[in-house]
């Protein structure tokens, strides 16, 4: 009868045999084998981690990358505003702006400069003391014996000559100051005209707003203030320009005595 159970002995013969002769061959291959397939399997799982990306880290370079994207872009628009504004700045400045219809700049200029000639003088006397334009024309008061600055032009006339207004415009103020009793009349381009040491007849008519023209009657001339008693009668004129006292000479086309002393 046959053994069912094999011979113990026999199997580990059979196995001794085995590894005496090409079994440890094998067996070195196979751990070989499992030892490079383990090598394998780690470096790539090395490499696969490497790559990797932390989710909030994605998201937050996506977001670098686009602001740095946005920003590069404003850049560029900006750039481009500040060259065009730069560009029409420098054609603006490069162009003459053209006249107005029947203007010119010269015509512009001697208007704007051009001092206008009055129409008439106020009275026909000569002028006794003329307009002060500095220190070195100051005027001399024969009264006080002293020499002061005098803001006007003095015409020496006969008392109750007529006075005559200059140019047409609106009387301004009527009234008795330091000058006596003086009218002002009020013209275009910003000028006003007074006439002081009038006498009080024929004032009656005379108010503020009343509308005159060249050569109208505005007063007459009367005695002469206390302070310049010593001057006579004669007809203190002024013009302003502005609000400023300025030289009449100019207005009424008529030299200066300082001009006649020279000739």
């Not at 084998?33 to 490499?47: F, G, H, P, R, S």
């Not at 005027?139 to 200059?166: M, P, Y």
Request: proline share 5%; net charge positive; aromatic share 4%.
């Amino acid at each position: 009868m046959k053994k069912l159970i094999p011979d113990e002995n026999n199997w580990k013969n059979k196995l001794s045999k085995f590894f005496s002769s090409k079994g440890f061959y094998v067996v070195l291959a196979v751990c070989i084998i499992v030892v490079a397939a383990t090598a394998i399997l780690l470096t790539t799982q090395n490499m696969k981690d490497t790559g990797k990306i932390i989710p909030g880290e994605a998201a937050n370079a996506s977001q670098d990358e686009a602001t740095k994207a946005v920003s590069g872009k404003l850049d560029k628009t900006k750039a481009a505003n500040n060259n065009t504004q730069s560009a029409a700045s420098e054609t603006a400045k490069s162009t003459p702006t053209p006249p107005k219809s029947g203007e010119s700049k010269s015509s512009k200029s001697a208007s704007a400069n051009a001092v206008i000639k009055f129409s008439c003088r106020p009275v026909d006397g000569p002028i006794m003391k003329d307009f002060t334009r500095d220190i070195n024309t100051f005027s001399e008061s024969k009264t006080l014996g002293d020499i002061r600055a005098h803001d006007g032009i003095d015409f020496k006339v006969e008392k109750l000559t007529k006075v005559r207004a200059v140019a047409s415009g609106t009387i301004s103020k009527v009234e008795d100051n330091t000058n006596g009793i003086t009218v002002e009349i009020t013209h275009s381009n910003n000028l006003k005209t007074r006439y002081a040491g009038l006498s009080k007849q024929n004032l009656e008519d005379i108010s503020c707003g009343l509308k005159v023209k060249a050569n109208d009657i505005i007063g007459l001339v009367g005695d002469p203030i206390q302070i310049e008693c010593e001057d006579g009668p004669h007809l203190h004129f002024q013009v302003l320009k502005n609000g400023k006292s300025v030289d009449p000479s100019p207005y009424l086309s008529v030299p200066s005595t300082a001009d006649k002393q020279g000739k």
